[in-house]
């Protein structure tokens, strides 16, 4: 994976955070080699290219999502991101891939609730 897929997968990836998630990242680049999310606690959390390049976004929203989980707690708020339309504050959505595509969704139902990068705004 080259420098620029994985910024666009970053982007992709972050347009979910921001739609849905209470707490917000300072973004950092790492000297090109990667991007760093900083918590309003200080704690940061490094986003990273797949080692051998593939499912870019299904990689990346698993390591976002380990950060809002952590940020959100840390805030004193509901650690569930992103939240299950379906059920909410009971369990996050989960990344996985359907034909090709990287999408997010409901674990206890197995429906696919919107492709990564495309959650609606709460």
Do not use: N, Y
């Amino acid at each position: 994976m080259d420098d620029m897929e994985f910024a666009e997968a970053v982007k992709t990836v972050l347009r979910d955070l921001r739609a849905q998630c209470a707490v917000q990242p300072d973004i950092r680049s790492d000297d090109g080699i990667g991007v760093t999310l900083w918590a309003p606690d200080g704690s940061g959390q490094g986003l990273t290219p797949h080692p051998d390049g593939t499912a870019a976004e299904l990689h990346l929203a698993d390591q976002v999502q380990d950060w809002a989980v952590e940020a959100l707690w840390s805030e004193g708020a509901s650690a569930v991101w992103p939240q299950c339309p379906t059920d909410p504050d009971t369990h996050p959505l989960t990344a996985t891939v359907r034909t090709d595509t990287a999408v997010w969704v409901c674990p206890k139902r197995g429906t696919t609730v919107a492709r990564i990068g495309e959650l609606e705004t709460q």
